[in-house]
């Protein structure tokens, strides 16, 4: 019988599995492409074992996710798997007691802490911290616990948003998206990963949550604060490496869908980091290594041996171990990128008017294609105005001068990462729409052969599914043999 290995992404929209074999190639896939948000699509007899009483239709619409796309995969992988990695959205968390049940409603990626609670944060938290920001995990996780505790009056313990379950123990815990659905598969309580927890606060060099963390949750009104009608105290999760097996299976899911009894549950990681790690496939990381996604926003990583970051660009750094190496994935996200196209032209258009396109030569127009106001990378200004002019009559002409910008804009930003300290890119590997472009990637090409030499070559990813990045996560780190 074969084995398998299992990544799922838990992304913005919807659920994905991908099943790699010994030799990372895709045996299954399966999909859930919206989260449901009630039980019309049905709960699975396991589901009911495993998650009594939950009444969060947020939550319950990733548990039912996972098990529409655990149940879609065939027979013989789910009998076959021998690991399982699970990624979520970053900064997604909710507060849970002891068994699991959520005790608040949740805050996903996007979410912004409200200005009490960030003012609080940031009285706690060192200046510059990637924590401080308003969309990071810890104000959001204060928040939450404001909340739990009927400070700020937005949730009642008898709201309908959730129901406040005891558990065996007074421990509520911080969990994370991926860290929950994790949970449903291992049944270990209060486990995270190095990726997910960046963004709390934890220090990913010394691999230790910080003494001012600690000290604020010790300290700080009211994270220190103990009701007496509650007696509860909020856990901080305890850090695994990605894919650091947790536990194997649990027997419901045995049971139920037949998979097999020593599948490894392995700890979590971030979307992005997934992503990343599909994009560069099949190679092994290596410093040098780049990502430019050219989605709606133009995301750029680079592989680097000393881990790089600056608040003022929004640069941080995941941490990546492999193979007795630790790299770090450097990243900064520019607000240039399809969006801007998507304003001037639909998808026809795009493929007509590139054709249309000498791709030899750069236009000589020169913009700064945001769909709003504000970039934070390469450039830091706030009040950046977008700049569109002159647009020719010819939309070929425009067309050439905004893919011609975009490309040097792309340069401009890795000249930023090496500048802060990151290597120079050996192989700049490309996914989102854009990288379907040849027009588009000769520009980029010329564009950053004339910034960096030698010149990093530039290629389009094989993969770019988070949940194969998962895969080969945990086909790297978990082997039940």
Known sequence: MGRYWLGIDFGTSGVRTIAVDEMGAVVAHSRA???????????????????????????????????????????AVRSGLAGIVIDGTSATVVLCDGAGVPVTGVKIYSDRAGDQSLAAIQQITPQGHLARSATATWPKVYELWQQYLGINGDMRHDSQDFVCHDADNNNIYVMHQADLCGYWLHGRMGITDYHNALKLGYDPVRLAYPDWLRDGLKN??????????????????????????????????????????????GAGTTDSTAAFLASIAPSAPGVGMAVTSL?????????????????????????????????????????????????????????????????RFDSPLEYYPLPQVGERFPLNDPHLLP???????????????????????????????????????????????????????????RQISQKFQPAPQILVARETEAAYGSALLARSKLNCN
């Open 33 to 75: 492409d919206s989260y449901p948000n009630d039980y019309a699509n049905g709960v699975s007899d396991v589901g009911e074992q495993i998650n009594q009483g939950y009444s969060l239709p947020q939550v319950d619409s990733w548990w039912i996710a996972l098990g529409q796309v655990l149940a879609a995969l065939p027979q």
């Open 295 to 359: 989605g709606s926003t133009m995301v750029l990583k680079v592989l680097a041996d000393e881990p790089v970051s600056d608040p003022v660009y929004g640069v941080y750094s995941h941490r990546w171990d492999q193979d007795g190496a630790t790299f770090w994935l450097v990243g900064g996200a520019s607000n240039v990128g399809g969006a801007v196209l998507r304003q001037f032209f639909s998808d026809a258009e795009l493929q007509q008017l590139t054709a249309a396109i000498d791709p």
């Open 387 to 445: 700049q569109l002019t002159p647009r020719p009559a010819d939309n070929a002409a425009f067309l050439h001068g905004l893919l011609t910008s975009m490309a040097r804009i792309e340069a401009q930003g890795y000249g930023v990462l090496r500048d802060l300290g990151a290597p120079w890119p050996k192989q700049i590997y490309t996914t989102g729409g854009g990288a379907k472009n040849p027009v588009w990637t000769q520009l980029r090409q």
């Open 220 to 265: 700080s009104h009211p994270l220190h604060q103990q009701p007496r009608d509650l007696g509860r105290h909020l856990n901080l999760p305890q850090v695994f490496a990605p894919a650091q097996p947790v536990g194997y299976i649990r027997a419901q899911w045995v049971e139920s869908l037949g998979i097999a009894a020593d599948c490894l549950i």
